[in-house]
């Protein structure tokens, strides 16, 4: 079962991995405003975390097209390292860039999310962000808010047991 899951686990981030990297290849010609329609968003997120009485440290991964200015459709991976059961994440998420007259940008966003731990049955949630981008350069997206997250699966405790909220650290380039 540990072997299953941990299979599962590295094909999914692995796919991401290649979305992630298939796209930072493409040298699309990313407008000033890197929230404009047409324009990609891969981001890198690190962190830490703590659950099943163990800190973990959290890599996590993420791509984005811009369908239409200042929205975002994407999808996310993480996966939850140094400690045991295994941990990852992965789903899609959507957020609007407000569009200000400053280089510090307000972001809302919501997601959903299939979580697989080694030894548990999958658990879903969704949730939203909020926060501020800041856009320091031409390609270069630094992002700081807040997330909550909200389990739909498993019973009453269990659900409000693993609701959390927490602060989010990004890193983007546009592209």
Not at 61 to 74: H, K
Not at 149 to 154: C, D, I, P, Q
Request: with cysteine; net charge negative.
């Amino acid at each position: 079962m540990k072997y299953f899951l941990m299979h599962r686990v590295l094909k999914n981030l692995f796919l991401i991995l290649c979305c992630f990297i298939a796209t930072s290849l493409f040298t699309f010609n990313a407008d000033a405003d890197p929230y404009r329609q047409g324009n990609i968003r891969n981001r890198l997120s690190l962190g830490g975390s703590e659950a099943f009485d163990n800190d973990y440290f959290i890599l996590g991964f993420g791509v984005g097209f811009f369908p239409v200015d200042y929205l975002e459709l994407g999808l996310e991976g993480e996966y939850w390292l140094s400690a045991t059961p295994y941990v990852a994440k992965i789903g899609f998420q959507t957020q609007y860039i407000l569009p200000v007259n400053s280089s510090l940008k307000p972001y809302a966003g919501l997601f959903y999310r299939n979580t697989l731990v080694s030894g548990v049955k999958d658990m879903y949630s969704n949730g939203f962000r909020a926060g501020l981008y800041y856009n320091p350069g031409h390609d270069v997206i630094l992002g700081l808010g807040v997330v909550y997250e909200n389990y739909l699966t498993g019973d009453d405790s269990e659900r409000d047991e693993y609701a959390t909220t927490y602060p989010e650290f990004t890193v983007s380039a546009t592209f």
